[in-house]
């Protein structure tokens, strides 16, 4: 049998403004347990798992935002998920507000962690692509601030050998643009690990039927899974945070493109698979051998040119 990773989404349901981060990472804790419970040697949590999805709000004083933010990781809310992968030999990926300081200037981004089965860090990755909106919206019921919040991320797409694989990570936003996969499918990543907080409403596009919402998440978590042979998590915070909701659907998806495993609740739900890391094999050596396909001098306008320009006429 080829190399096998049982790899569990851990969705998290809605975590409000009242919830204490040690309380999450109680529930963070039992979803692990139960995902090593049934073998699993890595477990994929949210985007922000630890706080409420805070962007949805309009903050004027930097304290109020920073209240958000984990200024170190592990930290003392964090350790007993630490712990608990250690004591389990279990891995995970846990996408958290990170305040850092370099030479002295804070900085903010919206990060994830890749740990080892023995809680070491394996890498870090800092979200890309910001969605939303660097001012709050005149008359929004809600924001999405992340703008605002956090600046984009400054350590690339890496992916890293672990769990006889090799992973790369991304958040949220990240996984609707083609090119946060290809540049990992250019390193010859095997499983891409995610996490997303998706409001169910459109704050820029009013209305849009609620079921484009879901499609949209699968459809762009598919195509990058197929167009780079590679396996995609995706894990959801799902559910009402305070009246506002969240997408659920976190999802396991093969190189094929095809959904292997489906989160049916917006709860605290553990859905797991034993992925075959090979099964990408036969498309990274024929359908999408990048090496004999692709015509790069084609491509210049993807790095060159920003923002679409339309011909002249
Ligand atoms: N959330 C959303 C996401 O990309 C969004 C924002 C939703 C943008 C739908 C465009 C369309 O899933 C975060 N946190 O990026």
């Known amino acids: 049998m ?20 040690e309380d999450v990472v109680v529930r963070l804790v039992d979803m692990l347990r139960e995902a090593a419970s049934s073998g699993c040697r890595l477990v994929v949590f949210p985007e922000l798992a630890l706080t409420t999805f805070f962007a949805r709000y309009f903050y004027e004083s930097q304290e109020d935002v920073d209240r958000w933010f984990e200024s170190t990781m ?7 998920l ?26 903010r981004f919206n990060s994830s962690v890749l ?14 692509h910001l969605p939303g909106h660097q001012e709050p919206l005149e008359g929004a019921l809600f924001h999405h601030l992340e703008k ?6 400054d350590l690339g797409f890496g992916v890293w050998r672990a769990f006889d694989s090799i992973i790369g990570m991304c958040l949220c936003n990240d996984r609707r643009w083609p090119e946060t996969y290809r540049v990992m499918g250019l390193q010859g990543v095997e499983m891409v690990v995610l996490g997303y907080n998706t409001p169910t409403t459109n704050i820029d596009q009013r209305p849009e039927p609620t ?14 899974a197929y167009q780079n042979a590679t396996w995609v998590v995706g894990t959801a915070k799902a559910g009402i945070e305070d009246g506002h909701g969240l997408l659920g659907g976190s999802c396991i998806i093969a190189p094929t493109g095809e959904i292997v495993a489906l989160a049916t609740s ?48």
């Open 115 to 128: 740990v080892g089965p023995d809680a070491a860090i394996i890498g870090k990755y800092r979200k890309v």
């Open 2 to 21: 080829g190399r096998r990773l049982k790899v569990a989404s851990a969705q998290l349901g809605a975590v409000d403004l009242a919830d204490k981060r």
């Open 148 to 153: 605002r919040y956090f600046e984009p991320g």
């Open 74 to 80: 592990p930290n003392a809310a964090t350790r007993p």
């Open 211 to 224: 079921h484009l919402r879901s499609f949209h998440n699968h459809l762009s978590m598919q195509a990058g």
């Open 266 to 313: 917006t709860d605290d739900e553990v859905i797991t698979h034993n992925c075959d890391l090979d099964l990408g094999t036969y498309l990274k050596q024929t359908t999408f051998d990048f090496a004999r396909h692709r015509r790069t001098e084609h491509y210049s306008l993807i790095t060159e040119r920003t923002g679409a320009s339309l011909p002249p006429g």
């Open 82 to 107: 630490f712990d608990a992968a250690a004591e389990l030999g279990v891995g995970f990926y846990l996408g958290y507000a990170e305040l850092s300081e370099d030479d002295g200037v804070e900085r």
